[in-house]
């Protein structure tokens, strides 16, 4: 899950880490990645560079559409 690499990211964050990290995330939609809301604020904090991966087609420029098995 999720929940361990946020603690990490959010340890970072809050130790002024500087170092580059990079997330892939993938969910069937955008709603279902988990903790989205809150990655985006740890980008903001860090340089931090989320790849965002649905399985369904959005118009969202956000997101990259690519089937999840």
Known sequence: ???????MLEHA?????RRK????VAG????A???LS???VLQGRLD???SAFVDAPTPDPDFQSA???
């Open 67 to 69: 089937p999840i098995s």
């Open 48 to 50: 931090l560079t989320i």
């Open 33 to 35: 990645i988990p903790a």
């Open 38 to 40: 809150r990655l985006r």
């Open 13 to 17: 964050a809050g130790t002024g880490d």
């Open 28 to 31: 069937r939609t955008p709603l």
């Open 1 to 7: 899950g999720i929940a361990p690499i946020l603690g």
């Open 21 to 24: 990290f990079r997330l892939i």
